[in-house]
């Protein structure tokens, strides 16, 4: 973890983010700004009190270790002072909200005293900052000093509030003590906001590539396995043992008679074995909270072994669990040796507490080795009604299987007969890898929605052997030596796969593999040469992270790259146009910094490396879909609409853009047991890669708040434009049109709501939709609704 603005740290994280700002929207902050002159800060001096904490203000932890006090007997005016301390190190602060103007500027001011603070690695000290924003802080006192003042000049930009921190440590930690004092934010000046905006139909940039709306799917939480993945058993291999505290597998019977043998497992390093007693009491296994549908077919197979005493064994699906309401398979024809046998099973009730049950009332013993339950429309393996809103998202390419994960994957697990792959435990996060979902079955995904494949290689833990055996087995000729290896898996002819990346943010130290950056750019060389000795075709992508990692990696990786990854995440701002502007920014900052790479490289001349940002979304909240299943809001919506815009800007140097994740982990499309919906954000991706154009046109003028963006798309026949209002008002623009004639009507589609927390849930009537206007009212101006986002489409030419 970065610092709060999480820019880099991608899924990279290996701590869960939880948005401290949530808990400040109703922590006293002034709803309106002040007027010139005054103090925006509430409660300045601390003197007001809510409890144990001054009115208004949080305490927050970006990295322990440290003491939240007010000091009643240290103080630089009146009779308080927020105080923090830490022995082991810390990064914390003392933070509250302030409603601004936004496009204004304020004066930051404030007192700090300090008591032996020493600052370590990137940290900086005790300071003020401006939560999110990274340039806005003020310079740090260090060491021990008296009462210090310290100010800044702040530019407000498209933000209606701010996070102001009194900040302890600061992207590091820190030792020692720290005192804040009379705290002054005062407006400066501001204009008034008349949006108005030109359009130069006949000035154009560079395509937009169709990249853009990429997607991310990794081996985490309920992305692939109960997301995508059609199977309804957890570690229906047993990695954990029967009854353990992971396991979802219990006993039936006395658990004492369930053994996890380990001198015959059929797949992993054991195997359950159930000893029954003889007496006609049922012994066995079973897992429950199943989702059936009524009427629905379920299909599958168990791998199983059995001592002549111990059957007939039974294999029952129970919508009733404790009754009689099931259906059961009885297994007669078993032996030592295992096998295979089909499962077939149709409910006759819908429940969500169903479950799966082996049980015998012999003698002697059985072994479940595996066994599989799906529903029996699933398509090779992917569940149908996920498959229908990912054909409806229509991205055009997915990169897998990671993000974190790929640092500790071996891709040749994924391969064979799915009931022998091993299960591993997750190398990167919590839970199983049940290896279920290798090179074979992700590419099929991408035949089966029409997308192209991206595939990340192991530079953690991995070397450029394994790596480039993988772009053999996927890329080379039949007769090569791992072609022989895939036709013998079930394909003959090589899949041509065009996008690699060479690993996941090895700059991080939660990435397995984690080396210095000289280190490093060795080890990627090395990756580049082997791969491209397989196929030469292909694009490799470079890991890289604004700053010191990316200039060193483009210094001297240039020639061993086609384009270069950047990552990065946004959580919860405080105010709505503050929210939604940070991702913008976020791009806009990244693209700046690739042209000032492009201008000061020496080995960048004459090559154009683009960008990759293969990982960018917001992160924050509740896991309310599994690990890092976090809900997306219509503010949300809204900052991914503006993220695209900014793309579309920095088109010249932006090629890929892979919103992360697609599915559940912080994903464009949440799903239960049963349904699959659009998220709000994936609504954006939908509509903007299907009705906005590929060309794009200058937009000059002052729209804000307002953004604007425009493009042409089926050779300039037809004209889109788009704009996003991140204000809780509805807004006119006026239009000044050049290079064109528009008519007075356009088709508009919309998106909005009333509340900018609106969501949508699977399985139950959205809340935020797309809208489709036949004929909206166009032209020399244009009223938008209050928190919302409007796409014309303008019929201009035949």
């Not at 994957?409 to 799915?418: A, C, E, R, S, V």
């Not at 996003?724 to 050049?738: G, R, Y």
């Amino acid at each position: 973890m970065k610092n709060m603005k999480w820019i880099l740290a991608g899924f990279g994280l290996f701590v869960s983010i939880l948005a401290a700002v949530a808990a400040f929207s109703s922590a006293g902050a002034q709803s309106q700004p002040p007027a010139a002159g005054a103090n925006a800060v509430l409660n300045p001096s601390f003197e007001d009190m809510d409890g144990d904490v001054p009115k208004g203000w949080r305490k927050v932890t970006h990295q322990p270790q440290g003491v939240f006090e007010v000091d009643a007997a240290v103080a630089h005016s009146g009779k308080r002072s927020v105080k923090i301390t830490s022995a082991e190190g810390g990064d914390l602060s003392w933070s509250a909200v302030v409603p601004v103007k936004p496009y204004s500027q304020y004066k930051l001011s404030g007192w700090i005293k300090t008591m032996d603070v020493k600052p370590a690695g990137r940290a900086r000290g005790a300071l003020f900052n401006i939560h999110g924003i990274d340039r806005y802080q003020t310079k740090p006192v260090m060491g021990t000093q008296d009462w210090t003042k310290v100010e800044l000049a702040i530019d407000t930009e498209g933000n209606d509030a701010l996070q102001l921190n009194c900040l302890f440590g600061g992207w590091g930690r820190a030792t020692g003590t720290a005192w804040f004092d009379d705290l002054r934010l005062e407006l400066v000046a501001s204009k008034e906001l008349k949006p108005e905006a030109a359009i130069d139909a006949a000035k154009t940039g560079a395509p937009i590539s169709k990249y853009i709306y990429g997607q991310f799917i990794e081996h985490l939480g309920r992305c692939i396995y109960q997301g995508i993945w059609a199977e309804m058993l957890e570690d229906r291999k047993f990695f954990y043992p029967v009854a353990d505290k992971e396991s979802p597998w219990k006993a039936i019977g006395d658990p004492r008679n369930i053994r996890m043998n380990p001198i015959i497992p059929y797949v992993g390093v054991h195997v359950p074995e159930v000893r029954l007693r003889g007496n006609g009491e049922a012994g066995g296994i079973y897992q429950e909270n199943l989702a059936l549908i009524k009427g629905r077919n379920y299909t599958g197979r168990i791998v199983i072994s059995a001592d002549p005493g111990a059957l007939p064994v039974q294999v029952s699906l129970a919508w009733e669990p404790g009754r009689n309401e099931r259906q059961t398979v009885n297994l007669s024809e078993l032996d030592t040796n295992y096998r295979t046998v089909p499962l077939a099973f149709t409910a006759e009730a819908t429940s969500e507490t169903a479950r799966l049950e082996i049980t015998s009332k012999g003698a002697e013993s059985f072994r479940v080795g595996t066994l599989s339950l799906m529903p029996a429309d699933n398509v090779d393996g992917f569940r149908p009604e996920v498959l229908k809103v990912l054909k409806d998202l229509d991205s055009p390419v997915y990169r897998w299987p990671g993000g974190n994960f790929v640092s500790g994957y071996n891709w040749k697990d994924g391969l064979g007969d799915p009931d022998r792959r091993p299960p591993r435990k997750n190398p990167a996060w919590t839970g199983v890898e049940h290896n279920d979902v290798g090179l074979h079955e992700f590419l099929n995904f991408c035949r089966l929605i029409g997308t192209d494949p991206y595939i990340a290689v192991n530079s953690g833990q991995g070397n450029e052997t394994q790596a480039a055996e993988e772009v053999e087995y996927v890329n080379g000729v039949p007769d090569s030596p791992m072609g022989r290896w895939r036709a013998r898996n079930g394909r003959s002819e090589p899949w041509g796969v065009k996008f690699w990346s060479i690993g996941n943010e090895m700059y991080g130290n939660w990435q397995l593999g984690h080396m210095p950056l000289q280190d490093y750019i060795k080890k990627h060389n090395r990756f580049a040469q082997a791969m491209w000795t397989k196929d030469t075709s292909i694009k490799l992508i470079a890991v890289g992270a604004v700053g010191t990692w990316s200039e060193g990696m483009l210094a001297d990786c240039a020639e061993a790259m086609t384009y270069m990854s950047e990552h990065f995440y946004c959580g919860e701002m405080p105010g709505l146009m503050g929210h939604v502007a940070q991702i913008p920014r976020e791009v806009r900052q990244i693209a700046e910094a690739h042209r000032k790479y492009r201008a000061s490289i020496p080995a960048l001349k004459g090559k154009d490396v683009r960008v990759a940002l293969d990982e960018w979304n917001y992160w924050y909240g509740p896991h309310l879909y599994g690990e890092l299943g976090t809900r997306y809001f219509l503010k949300d919506a809204l900052g991914i609409a503006a993220g695209l815009h900014e793309y579309f800007r920095q088109s010249d140097i932006i090629y890929m853009a892979n919103y992360a994740q697609t599915v559940n982990v912080i994903g464009a499309i949440k799903t239960t047991k049963t349904a699959a919906e659009l998220e709000t954000t994936g609504l954006v991706l939908k509509l903007y890669r299907a009705h906005y154009g590929t060309i794009p046109i200058n937009v000059s003028g002052a729209p804000e708040p307002l953004d604007v963006a425009a493009a042409w798309k089926d050779g300039k026949k037809v004209l889109t434009v788009a704009v996003v209002n991140p204000t809780k008002t509805a807004q006119t623009i006026p239009l000044t049109w050049s290079g064109i004639s528009v008519p007075k009507t356009a088709k508009l589609y919309l998106i909005t709501g009333a509340d900018e927390k609106a969501f949508n849930e699977p399985g139950k009537e959205p809340a935020v939709k797309i809208q489709e206007i036949a004929a909206a009212p166009f032209g020399a101006k244009l009223t938008l609704p209050p928190i919302s986002i409007s796409l014309y489409e303008v019929q201009v030419g035949k």
